[in-house]
C-alpha cells in the first residue's frame, strides 16, 4: 500500500499533495497515523513557504494529514 496525503501549512495556507514512495503492507491508514513516529529534531518544512512542521508533534499531526490508500 502506497499512501497519499496532504500538508496544510498554518503559516501561509498552502495545501500540497503527496504521494509516497514507501510501502505499508498490511497496513490500514488508520495503522499508520497512530504509529507514526514525528521526528522533531530534524526540520520538515512546508515545500511553498519553509515553514518548519514539525516543531511539536502535535502541530505536525495538526498540518499532515494521510488521505487515502492508493
Known amino acids: ?3 497519499n496525503y496532504t500538508i496544510d501549512c498554518n503559516h501561509c495556507g ?12 498490511n497496513m490500514s491508514v488508520e495503522d499508520v497515523e497512530r ?3 514525528i521526528d522533531t529534531e530534524c526540520a ?11 516543531t511539536t508533534e502535535a502541530d505536525f499531526r495538526s ?3 494521510v488521505t487515502r490508500e492508493a
Open 1 to 3: 500500500m502506497k499512501l
Open 14 to 25: 498552502a495545501h500540497t499533495e503527496y504521494s509516497s514512495t514507501i510501502r505499508y503492507p
Open 35 to 37: 504509529k507514526m513516529h
Open 44 to 54: 520538515m518544512r512546508c515545500p511553498v513557504c519553509r515553514y518548519r512542521l514539525n
Open 63 to 65: 498540518q499532515v494529514h
